[in-house]
């Protein structure tokens, strides 16, 4: 299986949104890209790296739950792999819909979540139909 790292997930504090902004944006240079409308009740930040690599500055619960760290490989057969690892004792599950972006998340053996995806279209232009 080929894949490529499309994009890490890290948690950000309630009322920090002008924060993550600042550092990410204003410091490092990142360019803020919208999220999909489809997560918009995550009020999830998101930052272009190279290429097509995105950095998602995910709400936090106020607990301090990071249950939502991942990170995300772009694979090319999405559904053999889900097959795969159904076959080999995981549980794949499904999440929010990305338009354009097919996708499910996975544990690995040590509890970390990883999300796999495919990237077929631009999401801002495949919510936009």
């Known amino acids: 299986m080929k894949a490529r790292l499309q994009h890490?997930?890290?948690?950000?504090?309630?009322?920090s949104d002008a924060a993550a902004r600042a550092f990410f944006g204003d410091v490092l240079g990142l360019r803020e890209i919208p999220p999909p409308d489809s997560l918009q009740d995550m009020r999830v930040i998101w930052f272009q790296l190279d290429g097509d690599a995105e950095l998602?500055?995910?709400?936090e619960a106020p607990l301090g739950d990071a249950s939502n760290r991942h990170f995300c490989?772009?694979?090319?057969?999405l559904a053999a792999l889900r097959t795969q690892?159904?076959?080999?004792?995981?549980?794949?599950?499904?999440?929010?819909n990305i338009p354009g972006r097919p996708r499910f998340f996975c544990r690995?053996?040590?509890?970390?979540?990883?999300?796999?995806?495919?990237i077929e279209a631009d999401y801002r232009q495949?919510?936009?139909r």
């Open 56 to 59: 998602h500055v995910f709400l």
């Open 108 to 118: 690995d053996p040590f509890g970390n979540i990883i999300e796999f995806t495919t």
């Open 85 to 96: 690892l159904r076959a080999a004792g995981y549980a794949p599950y499904d999440v929010e």
């Open 8 to 15: 890490v997930s890290i948690p950000r504090p309630p009322g």
């Open 126 to 128: 495949a919510q936009a």
């Open 73 to 77: 490989l772009v694979v090319e057969d």
